[in-house]
Nanobody, 116 residues
Framework: QVQFVESGGGLVHPGGSLRLTCQVS????????MSWYRQIPGKRREVVAT????????GYHDSVRGRFAISRDNSKNMIYLQMNSLKPEDTAVYYC?????????WGQGTQVTVSS
């Protein structure tokens, strides 16, 4: 059973920061390219950031480039998303999964709300 458990979301003001954490279990973590996804209300789920197994490549959606940073710790089977300069349009439920997602294992996500 592959599991993804997201945490770290919350309510912040525009311009604030949050750090999301994803705990992964049930797979050989270091062999997986991992992504953060988000689902903005009323819109389709989208890839936010992606990181390969050895962290040698990181990719970002254009809307978050320069503001968000993805990282991973293979010794702990964890990935992180540092989110800075948050905007109201970043409000969404954030999920982690493989870049090629394991659809049976989508977690509950963590809610990020950016509001004044």
């Amino acid at each position: 059973q592959v599991q993804f458990v997201e945490s770290g979301g919350g309510l912040v003001h525009p311009g604030g920061s949050l750090r999301l954490t994803c705990q992964v279990s049930g797979l050989t973590f270091s062999n997986y390219t991992m992504s953060w996804y988000r689902q903005i209300p009323g819109k389709r789920r989208e890839v936010v950031a992606t990181i390969i197994g050895n962290s040698g490549y990181k990719g970002y959606h254009d809307s978050v480039r320069g503001r968000f940073a993805i990282s991973r710790d293979n010794s702990k089977n964890m990935i992180y998303l540092q989110m800075n300069s948050l905007k109201p349009e970043d409000t969404a439920v954030y999920y982690c999964n493989g870049f090629v997602p394991i659809h049976a294992s989508w977690g509950q996500g963590t809610q990020v709300t950016v509001s004044s």
